[in-house]
Nanobody
Framework: QVQLVESWGGLVQAWGSLRLSCAAS????????MGWFRQAPGKEREFIAS???????RYADYVKGRFTISRDNAKNTVYLQMNSLKPEDTAVYYC?????????????????WGQGTQVTVSS
């Protein structure tokens, strides 16, 4: 059974940086697109970034220039490097495996989700 496990997020000050990782166990994810989403209290889950099986990337406008998604297929892991963090980036962050190979932004394209990790950015 495949599982996605996100690294611990934690507390970071505004304008700081944090890197999240998402490790897959049980089966390779190299043939799948992968994505990061987040959900803040009282808000719907929103798309952050995705990466295709060939490492093409796609970003939500609000993270362009600040966040970077990458993957290491040898380690079966996907990363989200977050720089210049803002208090409004506070949310639970989820990684997910797509049904497809591309850079989908709809959460309906993703069938396997990690447990989520809390990221809190203090002002």
């Amino acid at each position: 059974q495949v599982q996605l496990v996100e690294s611990w997020g934690g507390l970071v000050q505004a304008w700081g940086s944090l890197r999240l990782s998402c490790a897959a166990s049980g089966r390779t994810i190299s043939s799948n697109g992968m994505g990061w989403f987040r959900q803040a209290p009282g808000k719907e889950r929103e798309f952050i970034a995705s990466i295709s099986s060939s490492s093409t990337t796609r970003y939500a406008d609000y993270v362009k220039g600040r966040f970077t998604i990458s993957r290491d297929n040898a380690k079966n892991t996907v990363y989200l490097q977050m720089n210049s963090l803002k208090p409004e980036d506070t949310a639970v962050y989820y990684c997910a495996r797509s049904y497809y190979i591309g850079t989908d932004s709809s959460d309906k394209s993703y069938g396997l989700w990690g447990q989520g990790t809390q990221v809190t950015v203090s002002s």
